[in-house]
């Protein structure tokens, strides 16, 4: 069975680093993106078995994003785990009317985050 | 005007001259006080003309009266006469059968009342009576000779030539005088029916007259007073109107009214006060113009203040989370193993990275709250889950200090509904402060019904806070002072984060307190928050 392929729509180098490392300790193939618009390219080219969206991105918000992968068929049904900012009230609701199947509020704790993946998507 | 409308008889009246005089009443420079002494002093006027007029009436009439009198005077005297007359006569034709001197001496009497009587109608006769008059006299002086023959001859015994003389003489003589009498009779009878003609006329005049000025005199007073009391009324209902006027919002009208007198005075004041109002009105306006302009560029400057604490949190956190993040995983040992010299400073970044977000979190809540962009999320709640949250997550601090640290729930309370994160929040805020101020004793939560509220408490044994500032603990960036913020850490925004949320759903927030013994805080939070769906 081929490992399960995440794919990290994250424009901050760091954090993209991050969870290279955690999920470099598992059986997950991670694949990046580096903004909304590459995030959806990168998706429906070869669609992933979970998305991580981080909320605040370049050239298109990982809510609008969302959207739209949940509008295409090829993505419609695969998991996606908002990164949402705390600071803005209401995205909690906002990341859920837009499709998300869970939220995760930053600063993330990776050992959660990692916990919440596996819940979603089991290393197999 | 509105009397125009209001009454037509007075509408009418005023089309008419009056109007004009109205209008030129109102325009006389004087005081009312002296218009009105006028307008008295006409009716004044007119009742003493009438007065007068009635005393000349009665007067005249009184004279009339005399006359008539003097008329009926002189019939009766003319009547006298002719029955001095008759009975000369009478006592004449007497003598030649009595034939004595009492007879005769009547006749005389007869003879000086005739004269007598004669000479007064004469006295108030008119020129062509007096010939008459002198006629009957000169024919009765006659009459008396011929009377005093036939005396003679009676004396003498002569009967048959007094006889004679009598028949002869006096008869004829008596006859023709009874002639004149008669005619002097018609006369003054014609004289006083033509008198009384004309005292009827005279007497129909006086009253016509009298009739006329009385009615004049009502009209005038009647005009008079219509004339002032339209001069006095018209200021006063332009004034209602203009008032009216203003009270509906319109400034800066005119109030024009002809008078000028004290009305014209109020007018003119009316008028200023106006303009004065409208001033007033525009500057007030320019003033709330401003004020909204102001309003709008704060509102921009606060969205942008918001836009750049919503930008800046992201920016903030960011970085933070690659530091919380690396800091985890080095400790969570996912790069190898850790030096034990490392491990305590790796455990103080990742404190005190914590200590940095939950800081920015506070900033940015209070920024929030006071920029109005703070809504609760609303939901289906229950007090002990709360409670529950709040000591599981200080369990562990508490054990840490050493102090005792309990938490009890009245039981039975109904499920509420509010923001149970924020409400979560709240409670924590307490207990954690409790905690970090608690050097031994106990922390205790407790959360019971009271009336339609829930009232949860938090006491502690710790340094308590002076009565002076206990007033003060909920304003931004309190701490009973410096060192406290040194020993204890804090950002000071706790409270006032805390007694924001608990406003937001219309609770209330207290404390108690004792310095050295330690503090309680409460709050109240309705069971259902308003406009809440009913349970």
Same mark, same amino acid.
């Not at chain 1, 609008?64 to 990164?83: G, N, Y």
């Not at chain 2, 004044?44 to 005399?66: H, K, Y």
């Not at chain 2, 914590?354 to 920029?371: R, Y």
């Given at each position: 069975?081929?490992?399960?392929?995440? +794919?990290?729509?994250?424009d901050?180098e760091y954090?993209?680093?991050?969870?290279r490392?955690?999920?470099?300790?598992?059986?997950?193939?991670?694949?990046?993106?580096?903004?909304?618009?590459?995030?959806?390219?990168?998706?429906?080219?070869?669609?992933p078995?979970?998305?991580?969206?981080?909320?605040? +991105?370049?050239?298109?918000?990982?809510?609008?994003?969302?959207?739209?992968?949940?509008?295409?068929?090829?993505?419609?049904?695969?998991?996606?785990?908002?990164?949402?900012s705390?600071?803005?009230?209401?995205?909690?609701?906002?990341?859920?009317?837009?499709?998300?199947?869970a939220?995760?509020?930053?600063?993330?704790?990776?050992r959660? +985050?990692?916990?919440?993946?596996?819940?979603?998507?089991?290393?197999? | 005007?509105?009397?125009?409308?209001?009454?037509?008889?007075?509408?009418? @009246? @005023?089309?008419?001259?009056?109007?004009?005089?109205?209008?030129?009443?109102?325009?006389?420079?004087?005081?009312?006080?002296?218009k009105?002494?006028?307008?008295?002093?006409?009716?004044?006027?007119?009742?003493? &003309?009438?007065?007068a007029?009635?005393?000349?009436?009665?007067?005249?009439?009184?004279?009339?009266?005399?006359? !008539?009198?003097?008329?009926h005077q002189?019939?009766e005297?003319?009547?006298?006469?002719?029955?001095?007359l008759?009975?000369?006569?009478h006592?004449?034709?007497?003598?030649? /059968?009595?034939?004595?001197?009492?007879?005769?001496?009547?006749?005389?009497r007869?003879?000086? =009342? #005739?004269?007598?009587?004669?000479?007064?109608?004469?006295?108030?006769?008119?020129?062509?009576?007096?010939?008459?008059?002198?006629k009957?006299?000169?024919?009765?002086?006659?009459?008396? %000779?011929?009377?005093?023959?036939?005396?003679?001859?009676?004396?003498?015994?002569?009967?048959?030539?007094?006889?004679?003389?009598?028949?002869t003489?006096?008869?004829?003589?008596?006859? %023709?005088?009874?002639?004149?009498?008669?005619?002097?009779?018609?006369?003054?009878?014609?004289?006083?029916?033509?008198?009384?003609?004309?005292?009827d006329?005279?007497? =129909?005049?006086?009253?016509t007259?009298?009739?006329?000025?009385?009615?004049?005199?009502?009209?005038?007073?009647?005009? %008079?007073? #219509?004339?002032?009391?339209?001069?006095?009324?018209?200021?006063?209902?332009?004034?209602?109107?203009? $008032?009216?006027?203003?009270?509906?919002?319109? #400034?800066?009208?005119?109030?024009?009214?002809?008078?000028?007198?004290? #009305?014209?005075?109020?007018?003119?004041? !009316?008028s200023?006060?106006?303009?004065?109002?409208?001033?007033?009105?525009?500057?007030?306006? =320019?003033?709330?113009?401003?004020?909204s302009? &102001?309003?709008?560029?704060?509102?921009?400057?606060?969205?942008?203040? %918001?836009?750049?604490?919503?930008?800046?949190?992201?920016? $903030?956190?960011?970085?933070?989370?690659?530091i919380?993040?690396f800091?985890?995983?080095?400790?969570?040992e996912l790069?190898?193993?850790?030096?034990?010299?490392?491990?305590?400073? /790796?455990?103080?970044?990742?404190?005190?990275?914590?200590h $940095?977000?939950?800081?920015?979190?506070e900033? $940015?809540?209070?920024?929030?709250?006071?920029?109005?962009?703070?809504?609760?999320?609303?939901?289906e709640?229950?007090?002990?889950?709360?409670v529950?949250?709040?000591r599981?997550? /200080?369990?562990? /601090?508490?054990?840490?200090?050493?102090?005792?640290?309990?938490?009890?729930?009245?039981?039975?309370?109904?499920?509420?509904?509010?923001?149970?994160?924020?409400?979560?929040?709240?409670?924590?805020?307490?207990?954690g402060?409790?905690?970090?101020?608690?050097?031994?004793?106990?922390?205790?939560?407790?959360?019971?019904?009271?009336?339609e509220?829930?009232?949860?408490?938090?006491?502690?044994?710790?340094?308590?806070?002076?009565?002076?500032q206990?007033?003060?603990?909920?304003?931004?960036?309190?701490?009973?002072?410096?060192?406290?913020?040194r020993?204890?850490?804090g950002?000071?925004?706790?409270?006032?984060?805390?007694?924001?949320?608990?406003?937001?759903?219309?609770?209330?927030?207290?404390?108690?307190?004792?310095?050295?013994?330690?503090?309680?805080?409460?709050?109240?939070i309705?069971?259902r928050v308003?406009?809440?769906?009913?349970?």
């Amino acid at each position: 069975m081929s490992p399960k392929t995440i +794919l990290y729509v994250e424009d901050n180098e760091y954090n993209r680093k991050i969870v290279r490392q955690l999920l470099s300790k598992t059986a997950y193939r991670l694949r990046e993106a580096i903004d909304g618009e590459n995030g959806i390219q990168t998706a429906l080219a070869d669609p992933p078995d979970l998305i991580l969206m981080d909320i605040q +991105l370049p050239k298109m918000s990982g809510l609008e994003a969302t959207r739209k992968l949940r509008a295409d068929s090829r993505t419609a049904a695969v998991p996606i785990i908002v990164i949402t900012s705390f600071a803005l009230g209401g995205d909690d609701q906002k990341a859920k009317d837009a499709g998300a199947t869970a939220y995760l509020a930053k600063p993330y704790s990776p050992r959660d +985050l990692l916990a919440k993946i596996r819940e979603i998507l089991p290393e197999g | 005007m509105r009397l125009d409308t209001a009454d037509p008889l007075a509408a009418f @009246l @005023l089309r008419s001259p009056l109007g004009a005089i109205v209008r030129w009443v109102a325009g006389v420079r004087a005081s009312v006080h002296r218009k009105l002494l006028v307008a008295f002093l006409l009716v004044t006027l007119l009742v003493l &003309v009438m007065g007068a007029v009635s005393v000349q009436t009665i007067r005249s009439m009184r004279q009339q009266s005399d006359l !008539l009198d003097r008329a009926h005077q002189r019939v009766e005297w003319s009547q006298q006469i002719q029955h001095s007359l008759a009975m000369q006569m009478h006592f004449t034709a007497m003598a030649l /059968l009595v034939r004595d001197e009492a007879t005769i001496a009547s006749i005389l009497r007869e003879n000086n =009342r #005739f004269n007598d009587t004669l000479a007064r109608v004469e006295e108030v006769a008119e020129d062509a009576e007096r010939q008459t008059i002198q006629k009957i006299r000169s024919a009765q002086e006659e009459a008396m %000779s011929v009377v005093a023959d036939i005396a003679n001859l009676v004396r003498d015994g002569k009967l048959g030539a007094a006889t004679d003389l009598q028949i002869t003489r006096e008869d004829p003589l008596y006859r %023709s005088i009874d002639a004149l009498v008669y005619a002097l009779v018609q006369k003054q009878n014609e004289r006083m029916v033509a008198l009384r003609e004309s005292v009827d006329a005279a007497n =129909r005049r006086s009253i016509t007259v009298l009739g006329a000025i009385a009615l004049m005199s009502v009209l005038l007073a009647l005009g %008079s007073g #219509f004339v002032i009391s339209c001069v006095f009324i018209f200021p006063v209902y332009a004034a209602q109107d203009f $008032l009216s006027e203003l009270a509906s919002g319109k #400034f800066g009208g005119t109030v024009s009214v002809p008078n000028r007198d004290e #009305f014209g005075e109020l007018a003119a004041r !009316l008028s200023e006060t106006s303009r004065e109002l409208a001033r007033l009105d525009a500057e007030q306006r =320019r003033a709330a113009d401003a004020v909204s302009s &102001v309003n709008a560029k704060l509102e921009q400057a606060s969205k942008a203040k %918001s836009e750049f604490l919503a930008n800046m949190s992201h920016e $903030l956190r960011t970085p933070l989370n690659a530091i919380l993040g690396f800091t985890e995983m080095l400790r969570d040992e996912l790069y190898g193993e850790v030096p034990p010299e490392f491990k305590e400073p /790796l455990a103080d970044i990742q404190t005190n990275g914590k200590h $940095l977000l939950h800081l920015i979190n506070e900033v $940015l809540d209070l920024s929030k709250i006071e920029a109005g962009h703070m809504e609760l999320m609303l939901e289906e709640y229950s007090a002990p889950g709360i409670v529950d949250a709040v000591r599981a997550s /200080l369990r562990s /601090l508490a054990a840490e200090k050493g102090l005792e640290f309990s938490a009890e729930v009245e039981p039975g309370l109904p499920m509420m509904y509010g923001d149970a994160k924020r409400l979560t929040q709240c409670l924590l805020n307490l207990a954690g402060n409790a905690l970090k101020f608690t050097r031994q004793g106990r922390v205790a939560i407790n959360a019971a019904r009271d009336g339609e509220f829930v009232r949860y408490s938090v006491s502690d044994t710790g340094i308590g806070i002076p009565e002076e500032q206990i007033g003060t603990v909920f304003a931004e960036f309190r701490q009973v002072d410096a060192t406290i913020t040194r020993e204890f850490g804090g950002t000071g925004l706790g409270l006032t984060i805390t007694k924001k949320f608990v406003e937001m759903h219309g609770g209330r927030i207290w404390a108690e307190s004792r310095l050295g013994k330690g503090s309680t805080f409460h709050f109240v939070i309705p069971l259902r928050v308003a406009g809440a769906p009913a349970a």
